[in-house]
């Protein structure tokens, strides 16, 4: 159908940064509320042994094949992002500094440790370790609509919302002023919305 067709069209390349609505749970429900986005997840492409995968933090840090990784999203929509050519040199230690992060537990708090980590925090850390410099910008969980899932972030908290959190989240990586939209299939892009 046109899910497999737009995922024929898409042509990988190592350091894209591809973004995805899961199935709906308590987390995904949360994060893509708190940020006003559809985006719940990501992942950073590779090629492994011939064949196109996906690091991401998910059960925790792993390597998925392409397709399971699209086939995960709801609806199988997808969207991919690409450095801008002058950023394409950090590409090889951008997945070097993934690779370190393999095997760690993932992190559904969205703290900015490096005990656990969560899906745009891997791919933030490793362009950062790799650049120099951050890939997008950081926002505080007081600073975005978390109202709204007040009881959902005190269940996965454990505690009080911590609004003071500095986090990246899918939709801010996604905004970065370094990346450039290569193509989505059946998923709304984020926009840049203030005082959220």
């Known amino acids: 159908g046109p899910a497999y067709l737009a995922f024929r069209k898409y042509e990988p390349r190592e350091g894209d940064i591809i973004f995805q609505s899961l199935p709906r749970n308590r987390l ?22 011939g064949d196109w995968i996906v690091y991401e933090a998910f059960n925790g840090v792993e390597a998925s094949p392409l397709g399971t990784f699209i086939d995960r999203g709801r609806n199988d929509g997808f969207a991919v992002y ?12 951008t997945l070097e500094s ?9 992190d559904a ?19 950062q370790e790799a650049k120099g410099k951050p890939l997008g ?26 609004t003071t959190r ?17 193509m989505s299939y059946g998923i709304a892009l984020p926009k840049n919305v203030p005082n959220e």
Not at 28 to 49: D, M, P
Request: proline letters at 7%; hydrophobic letters at 40%; charged letters at 25%.
């Open 98 to 106: 993934t690779r370190k992060m393999l095997g760690r537990p993932y």
């Open 28 to 49: 995904v429900n949360t994060i893509e509320g708190v940020t006003n986005s559809s985006f719940s997840h990501c992942g950073i492409v590779a090629r492994l042994k």
């Open 109 to 127: 708090r969205y703290r900015m440790d490096d005990e656990r980590i969560y899906c745009s925090e891997l791919i933030y850390k490793a362009y």
């Open 137 to 162: 910008k950081l926002v505080r969980l007081g600073d975005l609509r978390w109202k709204p899932f007040e009881a959902a972030i005190i269940q996965i908290e454990g505690g009080p919302v911590p």
């Open 166 to 182: 500095q986090m990246i989240t899918p939709k801010h990586l996604a905004l970065a002023t370094e990346l450039k939209l290569v």
């Open 82 to 93: 690409r450095l801008e050519p002058q950023h394409q040199a950090a590409v090889p230690a």
